[in-house]
């Protein structure tokens, strides 16, 4: 009787793990033989972030200074004519008190003859003579600050309400326009940035496409050997994200050079204008610098990929 020799048991396939640098270092050799294009990619990449930037600095330094412009609105408070200083003391205390009041400044009637001196220059006999005689036709006040326009209108009353207030006088017409205008700047700018976003990514993908098409017949033989899509995916989403990489940082230090010059520029000859530090916004610009570059990088590489992929 014939001995049927006992099959072997087969050892159990183990799964093939790679190693992450390979994919690093495949991405790297395919951006140096392509270096043409992927240079291309990156100061594309690089001159559209730095037009972002621009636009973006704007947007926030035009509501910079519209802040400040509604800031300066106030609300002025004459008291009653030879109020004894107490009562005058008091006002001021109850003016402190109201709602929405951010700071009350209190001007006497010395000091707001004085002003007046300064403005009306050529007329200074007229001012010293009432200051000696003691006719003095002003009266002390308060300049209040307030922090919301929208309830301007219940502090009017409030003011008016109180004993001792002889006038009060607002620029309420004044505030609600300003923050209209501030409104509607900003949204006007807003919807210029998200159009021109939209068409930066739109170029910056299809620049990274030129890169990922030059190897169409590579991932095609690739394809027909049996490779895995992930296999042949991983090197151009790495070599995607080191475009953007090196993209956002040309454009941060180029946005840097722009924005510190402009900051030196403004700062000595149109010191009317107040611009937003670049210290206190850098991190943001870097960060969004980063954020947009490898997100459309990727983007141009995945969308170049999924069409050879199918091909």
């Given amino acids: 009787m014939n001995h049927i020799p006992k099959m072997q048991k087969q050892p159990p396939k183990m799964k093939k793990s790679y190693n992450p640098f390979m994919f690093i270092a495949e991405a790297f050799k395919n951006l140096w033989r392509d270096r043409v294009i992927s240079v291309a990619s990156i100061l594309v990449l690089a001159s559209c972030l730095v ?17 400040k412009l509604v800031s300066l609105n106030e609300i002025v408070v004459f008291v ?7 009562e005058v003391q008091y006002i001021g205390q109850k003016i402190r008190v109201l709602d929405n009041v951010e700071s009350v400044e209190f001007i006497s009637k010395d ?9 009306y220059a050529g007329f200074e006999d007229v001012f010293d003579e009432m200051k000696e005689s003691g006719d003095n036709p002003l009266s002390d006040s308060f300049r209040i600050k307030y922090k919301d326009n929208s309830k301007v209108t219940t502090l009017d009353y409030n003011l008016r309400q109180i004993e001792g207030v002889r006038k009060v006088n607002n620029r309420l017409d004044l505030a609600t326009s300003l923050e209209s205008f501030k409104n509607g700047i900003s949204v006007i700018f807003i919807g210029f940035l998200i159009v021109l976003f939209i068409v930066s990514v739109f170029i910056i993908i299809n620049t990274i496409k030129l890169a990922v098409n030059s190897h169409m017949e590579e991932i095609r033989v ?12 991983v090197p151009y989403i790495i070599e995607g994200t080191i475009i953007g990489i090196f993209s956002s940082v040309i454009a941060y230090l180029f946005q840097w050079y722009i ?8 700062a000595t000859d149109i010191q009317m204008i107040e611009l937003a530090s670049f210290g ?3 991190g943001i610009v870097a960060l969004a610098f ?22």
């Avoid at 000091?111 to 403005?119: F, I």
């Fill in 51 to 67: 037009l972002l930037g621009c636009f973006s600095l704007l947007v926030v330094n035009i509501n910079v200074n519209m802040e």
């Fill in 80 to 86: 009653d004519y030879d109020l004894p200083d107490d």
């Fill in 111 to 119: 000091d707001g003859l004085e002003s007046m001196k300064a403005d």
């Fill in 222 to 233: 690739m394809k027909y050997i049996g490779a895995s899509d992930w296999f042949i995916v």
């Fill in 259 to 266: 924005y510190y010059s402009l900051e030196k520029m403004v």
């Fill in 280 to 282: 206190d916004i850098g």
């Fill in 290 to 311: 980063l954020a947009v570059g490898i997100l459309t990088g990727v983007i141009g590489s995945c969308i170049s990929l999924h069409k050879n992929l199918q091909a």
